[in-house]
């Protein structure tokens, strides 16, 4: 069996920036298993894979250890490689996926994604874990509804550049995974991810969390649109909009590779 294979770097106008996912068109679903090692053998921190089913298309997301409810820059490239691969002059796509129908449209250069809004919740006691994963203390800390991400707030982006995570740490805090973030120098905030326990020790650009990250700086900067940066060793650039319930996730994708993996 062959498949055919893309690498898209994603929140990037550029190849080697943003967040590289692998994209895998297929006739059908195969197995569980089978997905889950073609994604350890990428190492990437995401592989997505889709199938036509009618008028939209089912997507799913995995990690080099599991398969995730939620990805951006997998969703962003799946999209990319249908508007610019497989159904050219197509510029709106349905996924059904884990966490529901995802619809996204192509706008200019950019792919807007429209993804549910996340609520965040205070927490009063900070994890011992996350303090030492970190290496300091967080302003404010704050978890999702679902209990899969903490957010820790810091005082600056040239503190939330400085952390140099413990993983060993963090990979504790399972099953979240940790969002550092503050407003932005250029930006109207800047982030990094860790997920240890997913087998991602840092994303370099990450869609999800900018579920909450936008509702929340968005209020704090009393503003609707945020432009934000994942400040990562490759950078990530997204441009981001609060809508109530649902927050819209911009941004630009690269084609770095096209081939076929022989199964």
């Known amino acids: 069996m062959e498949l055919r294979f893309f690498q898209v770097d994603v929140f990037t106008r550029r190849l ?113 874990a996350l303090v030492e994963g970190i290496g300091m203390i967080p302003m404010e800390v704050f978890i999702t509804s679902s209990k899969d991400n903490l957010f820790a707030i810091l005082r600056d982006e040239a503190q939330v550049r400085s952390v140099q995570p413990r993983l060993e740490r963090l990979e504790t805090l399972h099953p979240a995974g940790v969002v550092i973030t503050a407003q932005g120098e250029n930006s109207d905030c800047a982030s990094r991810y860790f997920a240890p326990s997913y087998g991602i020790p840092e994303d370099p650009g990450t869609g999800s969390i900018h579920c909450g990250l936008v509702p929340f700086w968005g209020e704090r900067l009393r503003k609707k649109e945020i432009y934000a940066y994942q400040v990562s060793s490759r950078g990530a650039e997204l441009y981001c909009e609060h809508r109530g319930d649902r927050v819209i996730i911009g941004g630009e994708a690269v084609k770095y590779l096209e081939g076929r993996i022989i199964l």
């Open 16 to 128: 080697f920036g943003g967040n590289p996912a692998g994209v895998i068109p297929l006739d059908r679903w195969l197995d569980d298993a089978v997905m889950q090692r073609i994604a350890r053998e990428n190492n990437l921190s995401e592989t997505a894979f889709f199938v036509s089913e009618g008028n939209h298309y089912g997507l799913r997301w995995f990690t080099p250890t599991v398969e995730v409810s939620l990805c951006g820059h997998g969703t962003l490239a799946s999209a990319f490689v249908l508007f610019n691969e497989l159904e050219l002059g197509r510029t709106e796509i349905c996924f059904e996926t884990l966490s529901g129908l995802l619809s996204v449209a192509q706008d200019g250069d950019r792919i807007l994604m429209d993804f549910p809004a996340w609520v965040l919740e205070p927490v009063d006691k900070i994890p011992k």
